[in-house]
């Protein structure tokens, strides 16, 4: 059975920073692809980053571009979000998920593309 469980969550004021991590079991996880999304209250759910199996490739939404890293470490089996100079706007329930297709080519970064999901952390960025 495939789990993921994230951590790292928590209240931070504009301009700080937070690292995410999502403990993942039940697959080798050094074969799938892994992505984080974010979902604010009353809106849809929406991608954030995602990186590629082999760790070479990291895909990010434009407005994280340049503040947030995506990270994975096989050893522990975790995939890693760094979040800096977080913004109001950044706040949401954060969720990562992992892709089903093994050593895949590309990075996805659609929802529908993920068949696990974590329970998710909440972020909470004040101004």
């Known amino acids: 059975q495939v789990q993921l469980v994230e951590s790292g969550g928590g209240l931070v004021q504009a301009g700080g920073s937070l690292r995410l991590s999502c403990a993942a079991s039940?697959?080798?996880?050094?074969?799938?692809?892994m992505g984080w999304f974010r979902q604010a209250p009353g809106k849809e759910r929406e991608f954030v980053a995602a990186?590629?199996?082999?760790?070479?490739?990291?895909v990010y939404a434009d407005s994280v571009e340049g503040r947030f890293t995506i990270s994975r470490d096989s050893a522990e089996n975790t995939v890693y979000l760094q979040m800096n100079s977080l913004k109001p706007e950044d706040t949401g329930v954060y969720y990562c998920?992992?892709?089903?297709?093994?050593?895949?080519?590309?990075?996805?970064?659609?929802?529908?593309?993920?068949?696990?999901w974590g329970q998710g952390t909440q972020v909470t960025v004040s101004s």
């Open positions: 990186i590629r199996w082999s760790g070479d490739r990291a």
């Open positions: 039940g697959r080798i996880f050094s074969c799938y692809a």
């Open positions: 998920a992992q892709d089903p297709r093994g050593l895949g080519a590309g990075v996805p970064v659609s929802p529908p593309e993920y068949d696990v």
